[in-house]
């Protein structure tokens, strides 16, 4: 049986609502279909009181630097205001390491990520020959409180949308658990 490496940043779990939910029926229908034991859940998100960076900088700075890293690999409409959508949200170094150790210990045959802000592990994955399914739950990019009647905010979110759809295209697979969202894909 082919193994399956999940990495999905919302613990698996039947009892709750939304993504957790979601993501439980994603690991459910894998293990269904391959078995329990060949599939492992990875978690993307920072452990908790992981340094940034080596280097110490006063946090004005350091939200400057993050805020012009943003418009300029991302959105250029960020020049004009702020979303909580990013695709670094992944990135950290010591994560991408605890990631590698962890693919390397399963040796899966693919790997299935439920954000596409986990772009990271694409090169990684290509380079081995595993191909690599996306399935979100929603688009990030959408998932914000805003006024769509603002027109700032449109251009915000609608250049977040952009650069997530594009995210969404570099994968192998993708798979839409939304009939929305698979209409834009």
Known sequence: MPKVLLITHLPPNPLRSGGENRSYQVLHDLQTAVGVENVVVFDPRVPKGAARRGV?????????????????????????????????KFDHPELITK??????????????TQHSACLWSLPFQRQRGIPTLVCPHNFDALDDNFA??????????????????????????????????????
């Not at 012009?68 to 990013?86: A, D």
């Not at 990631?99 to 299935?112: H, I, M």
Request: net charge positive; glycine share 4%; no cysteine.
């Open 56 to 88: 110490r900088v006063p946090w004005r700075i350091a939200y400057g630097l993050r805020r012009l890293r943003v418009i300029v690999r991302e959105n250029p409409y960020r020049v004009i205001g702020e979303t909580q959508f990013s695709m670094t």
């Open 148 to 185: 769509i009647d603002r027109k700032r905010q449109l251009q915000l979110h609608l250049g977040d949308l952009a650069v997530e759809i594009d995210a969404l295209r570099q994968y192998d697979a993708r798979l839409m658990i939304s009939k929305v969202e698979a209409a834009f894909v």
């Open 99 to 112: 990631y590698r150790a962890a693919f390397d210990a399963f040796q899966p045959d693919l790997v299935v």
